[in-house]
Structures are given as structure tokens and as C-alpha cells.
């Protein structure tokens, strides 16, 4: 079946550490997103790719980062410069010009 | 600058039909999405608007009026299910690579 996936499903960090939030499509979209989404909020755009090897800052790109060396592939790295991590963290994709279909989310959370 | 307005919160009866309405102001439009999220899930796709008028899916149908800057989702003969957040996001030009701008959601609560 195609669809998105992420992993882990909850996620639990030290103050101080670096942690990455997998996700994975195989629906053959060119675009992907990452999102933030804090209790009461709607969602906020941290990076997105349009294309392999490039992506782009969304509104709150600060203390994250991100690789997109394959299509299916867009993993973002949580690091400790976010200053304020604890969140759920959406994933999705996208054609050029269709609906955003989403991953199940992370939920992480900073001890 | 970029804004929508949805209301925080509605209740309703099972049964019954709601109305979410959803106003926006931004630079360029390029269509706006409904999309359903129950709690600690993803968003799922209920509809999509790029003209003005209706759309109906089933139970839901949307509106959208560009000139007003203005579209509503109807929900009719509601279900428990139906408890949820319902987020209008508005899609942004090809200059801007098509980006969603997403309202804050509104939580819809059913009671029996």
C-alpha cells in the first residue's frame, strides 16, 4: 500500500541531545514537508523539498535541520539549539499542485 | 501578511448539521483544503476549493467565495465520529512553491 510513515511513533530526549525523526514515502511525490503542531495550534512549516537535494526553510526553521538525498526519504534532525522541542512533528507529501498526505506523526517530548 | 480565523470551538448534536466557517487574508491564493484531524492523529483530506461555489462529498460539502475571502464547511446528519478538528488551510501561488497557510483548527464536540 502506498503512504507515509514515521518513526518513532513517541520519542523521548534529553536536554542537550540531538535526535532525528525518520520518514518515509512511496507514493512517488517530488514534494515533502516537515511540520510543527503545538497543543491549541495549527500547523507550522519547519523545512520542505521540492526536489532531491534541495529544501527549503519554512516559518520556524531554527534549531532543525534536514537531508533529502532520495525521493522517499526526508528525515529531520531535532537539535539541541531548539530551544523549546516538545511538540507533535508531522510529516507529509505532496504532488506538485495535489492535497498534502500525512505520516501518523511523532510525538516527542524533552525530559 | 498572512491570516485565518476559524472559530476555537463548536458544539453540536448528533444528528444535526454544523457549519465551520473559515475566513482568510493573504498574499495570492491558489485553492483551500479542509482537512479532519481526531486527536493525536495525523490530518486526514476532506475536500478542496479553487472556484467559487460548492463542493459536496457525501455528508460534507465546502464553500468557497474568493471575493470574500470566505469559505465554510457543512457537515450534515452528524455522527459521534465526527468529534474532531477541522483545519482550512489555504495554498499559496506557484511563486511561493504552493505552500499551505493553516488556521489554528476548529475542535468540534458531539453530543448525543
Known amino acids: 500500500d502506498g503512504g507515509i510513515t514515521q518513526s518513532p511513533k513517541y520519542l523521548f530526549r534529553k536536554e542537550g541531545q540531538n535526535v532525528t525523526l525518520s520518514c518515509e514515502q512511496n507514493l512517488n511525490h517530488d514534494a515533502m514537508y516537515w511540520y510543527r503542531q503545538d497543543p491549541g495550534q495549527g500547523l507550522r512549516l519547519i523545512y520542505y523539498s521540492q526536489i532531491v537535494n534541495d529544501f527549503q526553510k519554512g516559518d520556524i526553521a531554527e534549531g532543525y535541520s534536514v537531508s533529502r538525498e532520495k525521493k522517499e526519504s526526508f528525515p529531520l534532525t531535532v537539535t539541541s539549539a531548539q530551544k523549546n522541542p516538545t511538540a507533535f512533528y508531522l510529516c507529509a507529501s505532496s504532488g506538485v499542485v495535489n492535497e498534502q498526505f500525512f505520516g501518523p506523526g511523532t510525538r516527542l517530548t524533552v525530559l | 501578511g498572512q491570516n485565518i480565523d476559524q472559530p476555537t470551538e463548536m458544539t453540536a448534536t448528533e444528528g444535526a448539521i454544523v457549519q465551520i466557517n473559515c475566513t482568510y487574508q493573504t498574499s495570492g491564493f491558489n485553492g483551500l483544503f479542509w482537512y479532519q484531524q481526531h486527536a493525536g492523529e495525523a490530518p486526514t483530506f476532506l475536500s478542496y476549493?479553487?472556484l467559487d461555489g460548492l463542493e459536496e462529498k457525501g455528508r460534507f460539502s465546502s464553500f468557497l467565495s474568493r471575493s470574500k475571502g470566505y469559505s465554510y464547511l457543512l457537515l450534515k446528519e452528524l455522527q459521534m465520529k465526527d468529534s474532531a478538528s477541522y483545519l482550512c488551510a489555504v495554498r499559496a501561488p506557484r511563486q511561493s512553491n504552493y505552500q499551505l497557510i493553516w488556521g489554528a483548527g476548529t475542535k468540534l464536540i458531539i453530543k448525543p
Open positions: 476549493n479553487v
